[in-house]
């Protein structure tokens, strides 16, 4: 157990709406990450968070959206789903955010989209 | 951020030893080395981290020569359950950087 906690685990869809994916970093982190992960492809990185404030954006899409609160938890917004958006969704947290710092995965949310 | 290349896939033997190779030509001065572990549906997990020579820790090593454009994971005497997709990750302390995984390298454990 990393101590990353990601809500819902399972998550179905039709096209054209819209979800909402939560992750709870560990204790202490002040950084979460989230990655897209496509049936046999590589992690995707999508946005980091630190401390409240966006850091880094890599892939995301306009149509996805994150934001991370006061109390650290970060939820990830996808709106307008496409087939093509059904993946696991990882979040992932570290101490101070930097890119050598080791990070904590969730165990993801599985989106499938109809 | 160094963009790293890794072999796509390797096989092996349980009971083998197997090095896993990352290229990374553009590793800035300050930039480690990260490996993850990440076995199917899971979130990956953190392996091994260095700068240079050589780290040691009690799941694998770390080779990473003078010049630090690459490096090799090492992974002693396999078993069926290290079976998984292996990912180099190379960043320093800058928090703008983006994450790059790629698509690691894919490592099948034979009996």
């Known amino acids: 157990d990393s101590g990353v906690t990601q809500t819902p685990k399972h998550l179905i869809t039709a096209t054209g709406q819209r979800v909402t994916l939560r992750c709870s970093p560990r204790s202490g982190d002040l950084s979460v990450y989230w990655y897209q992960q496509s049936l046999d492809q590589g992690l995707q990185f999508l946005i980091q968070y630190y401390n409240g404030e966006e850091r880094a954006k890599g892939n995301i899409l306009e149509r996805f959206s994150a934001q991370q609160f006061p109390d650290l938890h970060s939820e990830l917004n996808l709106s307008s789903l496409e087939l093509g958006d059904s993946a696991l969704y990882f979040c992932?947290?570290?101490?101070?955010?930097?890119?050598?710092?080791?990070?904590?995965f969730g165990p993801g949310t599985r989106l499938t989209v109809l | 951020l160094a963009k790293t290349t890794q072999p796509i896939s390797m096989d092996s033997y349980e009971g083998q030893e197997v090095n896993i190779t990352c290229s990374h030509n553009?590793?800035?001065?300050?930039?480690?080395i990260t490996w993850y572990q990440q076995f199917p549906s899971q979130g990956p997990r953190f392996i091994i981290q260095?700068?240079?020579t050589k780290v040691t820790n009690e799941v694998a090593s770390l080779f990473i020569p003078a010049d630090r454009k690459s490096s090799t994971l090492s992974l002693p005497r396999v078993s069926l359950s290290d079976t998984a997709v292996y990912y180099c990750?190379?960043?320093?302390?800058?928090?703008?950087?983006?994450?790059?995984f790629g698509k690691g390298t894919r490592l099948h454990i034979l009996p």
């Open positions: 260095g700068y240079k």
């Open positions: 992932a947290s570290s101490r101070a955010g930097g890119t050598r710092d080791e990070q904590f």
């Open positions: 553009n590793i800035a001065t300050n930039d480690y």
């Open positions: 990750l190379v960043g320093g302390v800058n928090r703008d950087d983006k994450i790059i």
